[in-house]
């Protein structure tokens, strides 16, 4: 399964990258770029926010290996059709590669919270901490090595090849779930109605998942403008074009720093309490984000987003791994359901909101407003006092 999700993921971080170099460049003369490659990804992601709690309900109640696979088909066919989008037109219409995305994301919003939950059944508990933070890794690992070969790619091929590759990849997931046990799990009773709320009376009863979850929203929503417009940004900042190896190189320097702080929690700070690692690292997520908003030369800003990148999925996997290791299996999807509606679904909304405020400014202003919203998540965030609650009303 890891094997086969980094093939995957790697190709789907191939075409990330080069949809947004494409639809900037597609759009560049409109003056609303940046604006452009907000609504295309927030097709990508629309519907992890429209569908993840019905895809938590589906991932707790169905055939994992069954569910698993004919998404996995889904995304690849939807990624086929957008590569002969690509090749069938000059000039593909913005609004075609939205709608083609939508479909992509569709089968990715179903997909992923069977695919987070099943990942801790193939474990011993005891290893969960350590199989999340390597599955962060393969996850961010990808982020390297997809951007980079997408990047000498997409000037050679062009975006059709590209995304004919990613379409090819699913094939390698689902070889891997036809090959391996996945086990079964006595699902959750109740009516339709609890089953389907079930995550949120989750979220509402236990002060930990709680928060984790109120955070999670936040910092999508208010610190990750970057993640949505990094082609714009990479354009506009360091007058980098996005067609180009070194636009590749960049967005793998940032994959690269996010590997290895996804990579530190499974080993050097393994046993470390993850709920006291959250607010120092929005510290330093704020920090090098400041860094790199006023950097101008790509020799200085490769170093600065791979740090940033280090902060940046340290924190996020800390947070995620203190609110996997409170979940009871039969929940586990609905909960992470509501986790990906934030991580994922909320995201694009940041790239909305910022994406127009970019076009009419700069990329300094833009991420110095998600670094200063950092700051405030980490005067807010208490973890450590929550949990310290939690046990307390367990006893109870």
């Not at 290895?260 to 700070?269: D, I, N, P, Q, Y």
């Not at 910022?354 to 670094?371: F, Q």
């Amino acid at each position: 399964m890891w094997f086969g999700s980094f093939l995957s993921n790697m190709g789907t971080w191939m075409q990330q990258v080069v949809m947004g170099s494409l639809v900037f460049k597609l759009t560049e003369s409109t003056g609303r770029p940046s604006t452009y490659v907000a609504i295309v990804y927030f097709a990508y992601f629309l519907p992890m926010l429209a569908f993840a709690m019905i895809a938590g309900v589906v991932a707790d109640r169905f055939d994992r290996r069954r569910w698993l696979c004919m998404l996995q088909f889904e995304q690849g066919v939807a990624s086929l059709a957008l590569a002969i989008a690509v090749w069938t037109h000059a000039r593909p219409s913005v609004w075609l590669l939205a709608a083609i995305s939508l479909c992509v994301g569709t089968g990715n919003a179903f997909n992923a919270p069977a695919w987070v939950s099943t990942m801790p059944l193939l474990v011993d508990r005891v290893d969960l901490p350590g199989a999340l933070s390597l599955n962060s890794t393969m996850i961010n690992a990808t982020r390297v090595f997809g951007p980079v070969l997408g990047g000498f790619l997409y000037p050679v091929f062009g975006a059709g090849v590209v995304f004919f590759l990613n379409a090819l990849t699913y094939g390698f997931v689902i070889a891997a779930i036809v090959s391996i046990k996945i086990p079964t799990i006595t699902p959750a009773g109740g009516s339709l109605k609890d089953r389907f709320l079930g995550g949120l009376a989750v979220a509402r009863t236990d002060p930990v998942v709680g928060r984790c979850l109120r955070f999670v929203w936040m910092f999508s929503l208010l610190c990750l403008p970057i993640l949505g417009l990094f082609a714009p940004i990479a354009e506009r900042q360091l007058h980098l074009n996005s067609k180009s190896a070194a636009y590749g190189w960049l967005y793998a320097a940032f994959g690269f720093g996010a590997a290895v702080g996804s990579l530190a929690l499974g080993t050097v700070f393994t046993r470390a309490d993850k709920t006291k690692m959250v607010r120092p690292g929005l510290v330093g997520f704020a920090v090098t984000l400041l860094g790199f908003s006023v950097t101008r030369s790509l020799p200085l800003a490769i170093p600065a987003v791979f740090v940033f990148g280090v902060f940046y999925f340290g924190t996020a996997t800390s947070v995620m791994t203190v609110l996997q290791t409170r979940l009871a299996d039969n929940v586990r999807g609905r909960v992470m359901a509501l986790w990906f509606m934030g991580f994922g679904g909320t995201v694009p909304l940041s790239a909305l909101l910022y994406g127009p405020l970019l076009d009419r400014t700069n990329s300094t202003l833009v991420l110095g407003i998600s670094a200063a919203c950092a700051l405030g998540l980490a005067l807010w965030i208490d973890l450590p006092g929550t949990s310290n609650r939690a046990t307390v009303g367990a006893r109870r």
